[in-house]
């Protein structure tokens, strides 16, 4: 089996720029959407408004070559190692991210809360809340 | 960028056989150790006993075709798309894994409990547990 992603769909969202993404998730992130693609439109088919996802995200615009960051927040910082981190870049930029489905929207786009990544970030799964 | 997955690391554990895999995470799962690959050393140089980490693992056995399922223990149950399960079987075979580190072990390999997956299983990522 190759290690070839398949975008299964993308994020609609008004936040544009890196510099508009809140630093921690539900900081005041805006409500978005996600647009599922035609072909993977049979796996989404029991999800509803009410239910708590999981979104996984492949951080299109990350760095995947970078091992060691400082925390975006505090320059004075040890160099700490990217997996203790959430910081996107990283050799692999997934993002995971704990969402509501909020509503049906029309085009098989479904509304979220709190997703707070870049309009046209790519999707790669969609998983049950944990409880 | 493109969207071909680096594998980091991979997973040694009992489980050998697909059968022998718990339905559920932490049902019996047993402790397992997961090893870096030396290219991606520094980035888990931060990582120590009693961390909680989040795994994300390449589940390289699933068929990556299925868009619908059963639940494996109620076959009697209504087909369902797999973005509303935690079947591997899906477009992109992710696997996410709440886990603990044990201790850190020669060979720069780190026991970890609760983790339920095949021997060999790549890894793809590390991230710190969210609280």
């Given at each position: 089996m190759d290690h070839y992603l398949k975008l299964i769909g993308k994020v609609h969202s008004e936040?544009?720029?890196?510099?508009?993404?809140?630093?921690?998730?539900?900081?005041?992130a805006p409500e978005a959407a996600i647009e599922i693609f035609e072909e993977f439109r049979d796996a989404v088919k029991n999800i509803k408004p009410g239910d708590d996802i999981i979104l996984l995200t492949w951080?299109?615009?990350?760095?995947?070559?970078?091992?060691t960051t400082r925390p975006r927040n505090n320059p004075g910082a040890a160099i700490t190692g990217v997996?203790?981190?959430?910081?996107?870049?990283?050799?692999n930029p997934i993002g995971i991210h704990f969402v509501k489905i909020v509503s049906i929207a029309e085009n098989n786009r479904f509304k979220v809360s709190g997703l707070e990544v870049l309009d046209g970030t790519p999707l790669i799964d969609i998983k049950p809340g944990l409880r």
């Open positions: 936040l544009r720029r890196l510099e508009d993404c809140p630093l921690l998730e539900h900081e005041n951080l299109h615009k990350a760095d995947r070559t970078i091992l997996f203790s981190t959430r910081s996107p870049d990283r050799p």
